[in-house]
């Protein structure tokens, strides 16, 4: 487990823990009797990554974390809530999903299970059914798995365009988005679109000009899917710096279905994050390693394809920052289920139940690179979530069982 790198584009700033004799406004809420709080801030509690406090309380004033410590040392406020010896979280950052589209792919996903690979050409088939939708189905398909996400702990999520692939159905993609999250994504280069099947350069072509003109206001990242029977590496690269030059951050999907250029080229243009990293040579890690990209798992698209899971060990052990998320997406990781997803990593990525939960909250901030959200220090955004179990571990503990008991985002008990 590793501390976030240094950000930019910071949304808040974050002051130094608060003591027990820091002014707190009486109209502030104390949440209390928590049996563990996991604050993400090392220099906090038992003093490890997740900044143990046992017995603990947290107060939240505003939208804003302002004070946490031992439950008999809190400061007095006019609202109290007993958290009943229940564990308190930050809240999940999702930093990689795929939300706007329409249809589902059961079919495809019951034909692999009985044998067939997956590839990347089943991203058509939803690409032919988000062309067809209304914007009021595709905005209504997206907030029924913001709903969804949210009840199981998400309070942050990014999600990307790619299922329109003309310069309309894009650029409509990420409107829509935008009405519900500030960490929206280009993805215009998910997979050339099947208009230009015979003519890929063409179709980059579009997605460097008058596709990223139409879409870039409403994005904050440009995203390339890096892969055989996608985008090889001069072509991601003159996607990504093209986003650049209109002031999108670049992030990858790197190596997810075979070696490849996508991880050196996130590193290399200083993207915040490369996101599936299953197949990783050791200059791969090394870069990683040494840069500022952060390795984003996504072990719902290994469980939903039977594929070979990342090898997250080896990149904790090397010193990468990782982040953990769903990749939620209706072809080939239909789960909008962080839990699930800490689950799986502890079992089959070799991780530890801290260090997923690390990587699923301060690791998906890193991967956005925000310091406002994935910790529950003082000045952090107050998004927490209580969990019907006492202790974290029990995500891992206890997998499929539905642990999260209340949600808060900002401050408001939203689930």
């Known amino acids: 487990m590793n501390s976030a790198p240094e950000t930019t584009n910071t ?6 823990p608060a003591t027990a004799n820091s002014a707190v406004a009486a109209a502030a809420t104390v949440i209390t009797n928590i049996a563990s709080l996991v ?87 939803t690409v032919a059914a988000t062309r067809a939708a209304t914007d009021e189905a595709l905005e209504a398909n997206l907030t029924r798995h913001l709903a969804e996400a949210l009840r199981q702990g998400t309070t942050t999520f990014e999600t990307k365009s790619g299922y329109g692939l ?107 994050s490369a996101d599936h990293c299953t197949h990783l040579t050791d200059a791969d890690v090394d870069a990683l390693a040494n840069g500022r990209t952060v390795a984003t798992l996504l072990p719902g698209a290994e469980f939903s394809t039977r594929a070979e899971w990342p090898d997250a060990r080896r990149l904790l052990d090397a010193g990468v920052t990782v982040a953990l998320s769903t990749d939620c997406n209706p072809g080939s990781s239909y789960t909008s289920s962080v839990p699930f997803c800490i689950a799986l990593a502890v079992r089959d990525m070799r991780m530890t139940p801290d260090e997923a939960l690390w990587s699923a909250t301060a690791g998906g901030a890193a991967a956005l690179r925000r310091t406002d959200i994935g910790h529950l220090s003082p000045g952090a955004r107050a998004d927490l979530t ?30």
């Open 166 to 272: 003309t310069v309309e159905d894009e650029a409509r993609a990420l409107r829509i988005a935008a009405r519900h999250t500030e960490e929206v994504t280009y993805l215009g280069a998910h997979i050339v679109s099947p208009d230009y099947a015979d003519d890929p350069a063409a179709y980059v072509a579009l997605v460097t000009g008058e596709m990223l003109d139409a879409c870039a206001p409403y994005a904050r990242w440009v995203d390339v899917f890096c892969e055989k029977g996608a985008f090889d590496g001069d072509q991601a690269r003159a996607i990504l710096t093209a986003g650049q030059a209109k002031g999108l951050i670049p992030r990858v999907h790197a190596n997810q279905l075979s070696y490849g250029p996508g991880v050196q080229l996130a590193v290399e243009l200083d993207a915040a």
């Open 39 to 125: 604050t993400n801030d090392p220099s906090l509690g038992d003093g490890s990554p997740l900044g143990l406090i046992q017995d603990a309380a947290v107060v939240i004033d505003g939208d804003r974390v302002v004070w946490v410590g031992e439950s008999s040392k809190a400061p007095a406020t006019d609202n109290r809530v007993d958290a009943g010896g229940r564990a308190v979280i930050p809240g999940f950052v999702d930093s990689h999903s795929h939300l706007v589209f329409a249809g589902d792919r059961t079919a495809e996903f019951n034909a692999r299970m009985s044998g067939r690979a997956y590839t990347a050409g089943g991203i058509r088939t």
């Open 11 to 16: 949304p808040a700033a974050t002051p130094g």
């Open 386 to 415: 209580i969990l019907d179990a006492p202790s974290h571990v029990h995500l891992a503990y206890r997998p499929g069982v539905p642990l999260v008991r209340e949600v808060w985002r900002k401050g408001e008990r939203v689930s």
